[in-house]
């Protein structure tokens, strides 16, 4: 699959420790859906792009690799909600 013609959406933004972050969403096939997140602090972007059969499991898996990137990159600890 390709994702050069994807349309990708802000979907959410979101902040650990005063480290933001933005996700963003698209469709990549008929009903499947990908993610991907952007650390505002240091321009890392996720390497994990988690697929799913909706936004919201996209949304929530995003956010386990945002949360790995805040630990081992800036070094604190947060809650995954």
Known sequence: MT??????QHRKQFD???VQYDVLTCEISNG????AWVCL?????G???PSGKTVDEVL???RIGARVHHLLIHGCN???N
């Open 41 to 45: 602090d240091c321009c890392e972007e």
């Open 78 to 80: 947060v809650e995954v």
């Open 3 to 8: 994702l050069i013609n994807a349309k990708w």
């Open 16 to 18: 650990w420790d005063g």
């Open 60 to 62: 929530r898996l995003s």
């Open 47 to 49: 390497a994990l792009a």
């Open 32 to 35: 499947v859906f990908q993610a």
